[in-house]
T-cell receptor, first 112, second 114 residues
Framework: GEDVEQSLFLSVREGDSSVINCTYTDSSSTYLYWYKQEPGAGLQLLTYIFSNMDMKQDQRLTVLLNKKDKHLSLRIADTQTGDSAIYFCAERGTGGYNKLIFGAGTRLAVHP | DTAVSQTPKYLVTQMGNDKSIKCEQNLGHDTMYWYKQDSKKFLKIMFSYNNKELIINETVPNRFSPKSPDKAHLNLHINSLELGDSAVYFC?????????????FGPGTRLTVL
């Protein structure tokens, strides 16, 4: 079946790097996503990676994909207080439709 | 300007009532979705419509009935509300097809059932 798991909390000091991890079960997933949810707001797509890639970098964000272990990570360099939010990992489910299976979300707290 | 909008933003009601949440998108997308986010922030898809046709229907009580009058609108009607229906409901939209298809989310409707 389709399942996505993430650790629930991460606390980092401002200026440090944050690494949020995710594991998924569906090896046929074509796309994997990272969404950000700020308090009281909807989800905003941060970045995504296609399943034939190992790494994708976008400014302060680096996504690493290990297909063998079905492991996805999001690294945020120079973490700022504005990065405090919930980060959701998601895989695109199989079945021909754009169905997203979300993890439980990792709450990132950035402290001075 | 708003891409995906939902009304109302907050909804407080008594058990047993019937209520509706509306969603509209002005992005020209042909596919719309409803997600439920529970108190632990777990987010799960409920329904999806493509060109007014139901294409995803997860295990949701039949008290929940989505309706899509046109491609730009997807409403969610809930009958006989229960305490467990309290959650934040998110609408989203996207294009359909193959390749990368970003889903754009609305701001959410917080439903509280008393």
């Amino acid at each position: 079946g389709e399942d996505v798991e993430q650790s629930l909390f991460l606390s980092v000091r401002e200026g440090d790097s944050s690494v949020i991890n995710c594991t998924y079960t569906d090896s046929s997933s074509t796309y994997l996503y990272w969404y950000k949810q700020e308090p009281g707001a909807g989800l905003q797509l941060l970045t995504y990676i296609f399943s034939n890639m190992d790494m994708k970098q976008d400014q302060r964000l680096t996504v690493l994909l290990n297909k063998k272990d079905k492991h996805l990570s999001l690294r945020i360099a120079d973490t700022q207080t504005g990065d405090s939010a919930i980060y959701f990992c998601a895989e695109r489910g199989t079945g021909g439709y754009n169905k997203l299976i979300f993890g439980a979300g990792t709450r990132l707290a950035v402290h001075p | 300007d708003t891409a995906v909008s939902q009304t109302p933003k907050y909804l407080v009601t008594q058990m047993g009532n019937d209520k509706s949440i509306k969603c509209e998108q002005n992005l020209g997308h042909d596919t719309m979705y409803w997600y439920k986010q529970d108190s632990k922030k777990f987010l799960k898809i409920m329904f999806s419509y493509n060109n007014k046709e139901l294409i995803i229907n997860e295990t949701v009580p039949n008290r929940f009935s989505p309706k899509s009058p046109d491609k730009a609108h997807l409403n969610l009607h809930i009958n006989s509300l229960e305490l467990g229906d309290s959650a934040v409901y998110f609408c989203a939209s996207s294009l359909s097809g193959t390749g990368f298809l970003e889903q754009f989310f609305g701001p959410g409707t917080r439903l509280t059932v008393l």
